[in-house]
Nanobody
Framework: QVQLVESGGGLVQAGGSLRLSCAAS????????MGWFRQAPGKEREFVTA????????YYADSVKGRFTISRDNAKNTVSLQMNSLKPEDTAVYYC????????????????????WGQGTQVTVSS
C-alpha cells in the first residue's frame, strides 16, 4: 500500500507559478499511475492531470492544458505538478492520487479509479 504526501502549495498572484510535489512511500512507485485532482470550496473534486509509467504518457483537463505540466521521478518516488499562468479559478485544495497498474491514460480521469490519496495541499491564486 502506498502513502502519499503533497507539498508546495501556497498563495500566489494571478499569472504566477507554483510547483507541487507528491512523495510516495510504501509501494513500487514505478508501477503506479499517478494523478492530480483538485477541489474548490462548494465544488466537487475534479480531475487535473494524470501520468502513466513515464513522462511521455500524460493527460490533462482542458482547463489546465498548456499551463500545467505533470512529471515523475521514479528514482525519487515523486510526482510533480508545475503550474504556470495561474488563474484565480485554479484556487483549490490539490490532491495527489495513485493506482497500481496501467490502462490507457484516459481511463484515469475519474477519482474513483484511484484507491490511494494524499491529504491535499492548498493553492490560492489572488486576482
Amino acid at each position: 500500500q502506498v502513502q502519499l504526501v503533497e507539498s508546495g502549495g501556497g498563495l500566489v498572484q494571478a499569472g504566477g507559478s507554483l510547483r507541487l510535489s507528491c512523495a510516495a512511500s510504501g509501494g513500487t512507485f514505478r508501477s503506479y499511475t499517478m494523478g492530480w485532482f483538485r477541489q474548490a470550496p462548494g465544488k466537487e473534486r475534479e480531475f487535473v492531470t494524470a501520468i502513466g509509467w513515464t513522462d511521455a504518457d500524460t493527460y490533462y483537463a482542458d482547463s489546465v492544458k498548456g499551463r500545467f505540466t505533470i512529471s515523475r521521478d521514479n528514482a525519487k518516488n515523486t510526482v510533480s505538478l508545475q503550474m504556470n499562468s495561474l488563474k484565480p479559478e485554479d484556487t483549490a485544495v490539490y490532491y495527489c492520487a495513485a493506482v497500481l497498474g496501467y490502462r490507457s491514460i484516459s481511463y484515469y480521469t475519474t477519482s474513483s479509479r484511484y484507491p490511494y490519496w494524499g491529504q491535499g495541499t492548498q493553492v490560492t491564486v489572488s486576482s
